[in-house]
């Protein structure tokens, strides 16, 4: 691939992620409107089904605003096995 589609790819892999940003943060006040405090989504439970996605770390934490050092716990599979009630490998 050319260092021009290399670059392109990466732009739109940025707005992608600043657009899952945004729209988590909408979706996260939303919940906490009104009279009513629902418990926000876990940190976690967000990188385990990003993770499922196939997303890169690196795109995860930069979606979530996490350390990437987290985030690459979150996906090792002890982490995962904790998370979805199974056991690791």
Known sequence: MSDNSEKILEDISRKLNALLSLTLQ????TKQSGNQRRKK???G???S???RLGLDAKDIAAILGAPLQSVRTFLTPKM???RDGTSAP
Request: a neutral charge; glycine letters at 12%.
């Open 26 to 29: 909408i979706i996260g006040d």
């Open 41 to 43: 989504t876990a940190t």
């Open 45 to 47: 439970d967000l990188v």
């Open 49 to 51: 089904y990003f993770g």
């Open 80 to 82: 995962r096995s904790k």
